[in-house]
Structures are given as C-alpha cells and as structure tokens.
C-alpha cells in the first residue's frame, strides 16, 4: 500500500477555504450582499489554486524568487488583508458622507424662507459651543451695508451648550446640526440656505468673536462695485492679534506659499475665515471637505474663474474659550486637503 502524504498546509488552506466560502454565504443570506459573495469566491477559488494546482505556485514563487509555498501563502494574505483594510476604510468613508448628507439635509429643511424682495448678504456663522460669545457676534452686525440687508445665518454644530438659543435671541436665522459636522461641514449647510434664500452676497465669520463685524462692509464693497467675486481678509496685510505662535504663524505661511505656487496666486493668508463670496458664483464650487475648509474654497474658486481680493482685515484674539484648531492634525489636514483640491 502506498503511504498518502499529507500537507498540513494543504489541509489548513481547505480550511481556510471552507470559511471563506461560508462567510461570503452567510453575507448574501443575511443581508444579500452579492458583491461579498463574489469576493468569497474569488478569494476561495485563489487559496484552493494553491492546493489543487501547484503550478500556480511555482509562478508567483519565480516571479518573487521564494521557494517555500507557505511564504508565498503568507505575502498573499498579507496584501489581501491589505486590500481588506482599505475595502471597509471606503465603506466607512462612504457611510460618514452619507450621515453627513442626511444630517445637512435634516439641519437646511429647519431653516425658515426670507421674505424675498431685497437683495441680502448672508453671514455665515459655524459655531461650536461658542454660546459666550455668539449673542455679541450677532447683535454687533449691521442691519444693512452698501444698500444690502444683513442676515445673519447660525450653524450650530452639534454645540452642547446655549449656542442656539442666544444666537435666536439676538435675530439670527439658527439652524442646529444634530452631531458635529466640523467647520466645513457647517458652512455647506449654511451655504445651501443661503442659495436657497437667494442671497447676493455670502459671507463667512467665524463664532468667537475673532472676526470683527465692522469690517463687513470693506469685505463686501469689492463684490458690491463689480470689482471682485471672491474677496478674503488678510490678517498679514492688516493687524494680527489672534494670539497664534511661532509654529502656527510659520505654518500657515507655508501653506499659503504652496497654494501660490500651485494656483499662481499672490495671497498672504491661506486659513483666514473672514470671506464674502458673490451667491451665485457659490454653485460652482465643489465642496467636499468638512474640516479644513479655507484651502478648499481658494482652490475652487480659483480653478472655477472667481476674480480673487485680498484686503487687509484686523483679526482679534478669541474672545473666550479655547481654539477649537488640532495641533499637529492641522498641518497634516492642509496638506491633504490642497493637494486633494488641487488635483481633483
């Protein structure tokens, strides 16, 4: 009687087949997912490959010059498992822009109609837990500038606090996010009730009272006079007392310097919140960034024909609380975000 040989890894690789196989049925059974059906397949059809015909083997193992097959399994499974990784960081990524989608789309159908009739420059206000200084923020705009009435517009972001409420209390148009959607994320919001109001004039502040409301009116006048329709303060032209430190002051130069190199700009203050956006140049811009948002919105509005203006602005320290801005995670989200911009 001849003597069967048996492959440990050969019976192990069945296994591992058997489990596949099970996994992709289970899926399409439960929630009939076919694509992970497919996937089960295909990856149970590559590991039986290995058991039932060796000469499969023999390629790869040539091809990366490895001459035992369990090496061979395991770089395999490696990068398989990669792809594994970056397969769920896509659905999650997908599931987060869904949520986000839902949760803007929840947050615009609060927002109450303009009575219509008078051209309007929106003020944009994001703002998380900034309930100490929002009522001063709101109650300092004008009530009109260069002929325009002014609506201020709140995007409370997920604020646990009496954000909302005192921004109600002083006249602002409020709409609340149910969970934080970042800064970016806020200004779509706000950006979308303000097209749907048919604003002229969008313009965008910050929430704690770094963004002095009497400088609306130099921010607008270029859009106003036909002269510009996308009009960014500058913090570097103007007076700076944001309290920002050496780290911070180097970095956004650098940024600001890489967005002139890559767009052939000439600004000075690449995160500078204070902005007015002539409304119906808005629609052309493709937002998807709900964190780093300042860099996005140059890029685009450059790339889509805006005439850009830089003017000099006075940037005041917060007027309490603390930065909401990552440190180290703020570096990294500007990069990644002006290159995603830039390219796309």
């Known amino acids: 009687m001849i003597p069967v040989l048996f492959d440990p890894l050969d019976a192990a690789l069945l296994v591992l087949t058997v489990g596949i196989l099970y996994w992709g049925f289970d899926r399409y059974r439960r929630r009939f997912e076919r694509s992970d059906l497919l996937i089960a397949v295909a990856l149970a059809s590559g590991v039986l490959s290995f058991v039932f015909v060796p000469e499969t083997f023999d390629v790869v193992g040539g091809v990366l010059d490895i001459e035992r097959r369990y090496i061979v399994v395991l770089l395999l499974a490696n990068v398989v498992l990669l792809g594994f990784v970056f397969h769920v960081l896509s659905l999650a990524r997908r599931a987060n822009d869904e949520v986000s989608a839902l949760t803007r789309s929840l947050s615009v159908d609060q927002a109450p109609t303009t009575d ?7 003020v944009v206000i994001p703002a998380y837990n900034e309930g100490d200084t929002i009522s001063t923020v709101v109650s300092s705009l004008p009530d009109s500038v260069r002929g325009y009435e002014v609506q201020p517009l709140v995007v409370s972001d997920g604020s646990a606090d009496e954000t909302a409420a005192n921004a109600a209390e002083n006249g ?29 004039i969008v313009v965008t502040l910050d929430g704690d009272g770094q963004h002095p409301p009497d400088e609306l009116e130099r921010l607008v006048a270029p859009i106003v006079d036909a002269e510009a329709d996308y009009v960014m303060g500058s913090r570097y032209l103007g007076v700076d007392r944001s309290g920002n430190g050496v780290v911070r002051r180097t970095g956004i130069r650098f940024f600001t310097g890489v967005i002139n190199v890559l767009m052939n700009t000439g600004i000075t203050d690449c995160t500078n ?11 052309r811009l493709t937002l998807t960034e709900e964190r780093f948002n300042a860099p996005e919105l140059i890029i685009e509005a450059r790339k889509n024909g805006l005439r850009l203006e830089e003017i000099p602005i006075r940037i005041e320290d917060r007027k309490d609380g603390d930065t909401k801005k990552p440190k180290l995670g703020f570096a990294i989200g500007l990069t990644r975000i002006i290159f995603v ?3 796309r």
């Open 341 to 343: 911009a830039w390219l």
């Open 273 to 283: 919140g204070y902005r007015a956006i002539r409304g119906s140049m808005l629609e």
């Open 116 to 122: 219509g009739g008078v051209e309007t420059v929106f």
């Open 172 to 200: 602002a148009m409020v709409v609340e996010h149910p969970i934080n959607q970042g800064q970016g994320g806020a200004l779509k919001t706000g950006f979308e009730i303000a097209l749907e109001n048919d604003a002229a």
